[in-house]
């Protein structure tokens, strides 16, 4: 069975740094886009960052400059480093990627249980 699982978050001070990761497992064929999203209690998801098979990237307009997605393809591992983190940046924030299992002809979009950032002095 594929499954996300991320891990990374917590507890940090305004204008600290973490960095999230997010490891794809399970008989998989492929993966396609993977990106980070995040979602405030009342709110709706939305997208953080996101990264194509062939590494190109595009960001929310509130963290360019300040967060870096990337990929390794051969560990099935999608990463968010985030800097100077505000206090706004705190969210549940979830990874998710589309992947086609060995046993499957087409693309399916997954999410990982989803990992807490707080950023607080």
């Known amino acids: 069975q594929v499954q996300l699982v991320e891990s990374g978050g917590g507890l940090v001070q305004p204008g600290g740094s973490l960095r999230l990761s997010c490891t794809a497992s399970?008989?998989?064929?492929?993966?396609?886009?993977m990106g980070w999203y995040r979602q405030a209690p009342g709110k709706e998801r939305e997208l953080v960052a996101g990264i194509r098979s062939g590494g190109s990237t595009n960001y929310a307009d509130s963290v360019k400059g300040r967060f870096t997605i990337s990929r390794d393809n051969a560990k099935k591992t999608v990463y968010l480093q985030m800097n100077s983190l505000k206090p706004e940046d705190t969210d549940v924030y979830y990874c998710n990627a589309e992947i086609r299992a060995l046993s499957s002809g087409r693309f399916v979009t997954y999410w990982g249980q989803g990992t807490q950032v707080t950023v607080s002095s």
């Open positions: 399970g008989r998989i064929a492929s993966i396609n886009d």
